[in-house]
């Protein structure tokens, strides 16, 4: 039983590493997101075309793929080449400063949740803390 | 098997950092109303901490 255990939690993790590439972008919206991307890839001066599933870059021969979930308020950006994160980085960097010129247009969708799923676990943790 | 407090610890620990994670990703979004755009790496980090002693904890049971 205890390597079934084992062997569960080192596939979660194996399957987790692998969904969880490049960057994610909570509290946006589908909107901002699109825009803020655009005009990063536009001031970086990197030629881009829409593709289904991402952007892709002919001169990095690669492709941008980017996962939007807008009703949740959540956005993942990852390079199909591993080897091409710097330019990742590059990217992600500009969009920051880009997401945040326009305070107020944050989806609170995942605030709101994450504040509630903080502070539930906040008092289990209290609960088991103090073994109450 | 393990002593009542390390086990505690154990679970209390992952919840915590969670918690921690949760709380701040809340407040920060709700008090500037902008995005935050983070390595999805970290949130791998936060899981394989959470498994590792969670699961340290549970098969200990």
Do not use: H
């Amino acid at each position: 039983m205890t390597v079934a255990q084992i062997a569960l939690f080192v596939i979660l993790i194996v399957v987790c590493w692998r969904t969880m590439q490049g960057y994610v972008v909570l509290g946006v919206t589908e909107g901002a997101f699109k825009q803020g991307l655009l005009a990063s890839l536009d001031e970086l001066g990197v030629a881009y075309k829409e593709s289904l599933g991402g952007l892709a870059l002919d001169e990095l021969g690669d492709v941008l793929q980017v996962s939007v979930q807008g009703w949740v308020g959540s956005a993942q950006l990852k390079m199909k080449t591993p080897a091409n994160r710097g330019d990742l980085e590059r990217v992600v960097a500009v969009l920051k400063q880009r997401l945040a010129e326009v305070p107020g247009r944050a989806s609170l969708f995942i605030p709101v949740m994450y504040g509630v799923m903080g502070l539930l676990l906040m008092a289990i943790g209290v609960y088991i803390a103090l073994d109450l | 098997m393990l002593s009542d407090a390390v086990f505690n610890a154990l679970l209390v620990l992952p919840i915590g950092l969670m918690s921690v994670a949760f709380l701040f990703v809340s407040i920060r979004g709700l008090v500037t109303r902008r995005p935050i755009a983070v390595a999805a790496r970290l949130f791998v980090w936060l899981f394989v901490v959470a498994v590792a002693s969670m699961s340290v904890a549970l098969i200990s049971l």
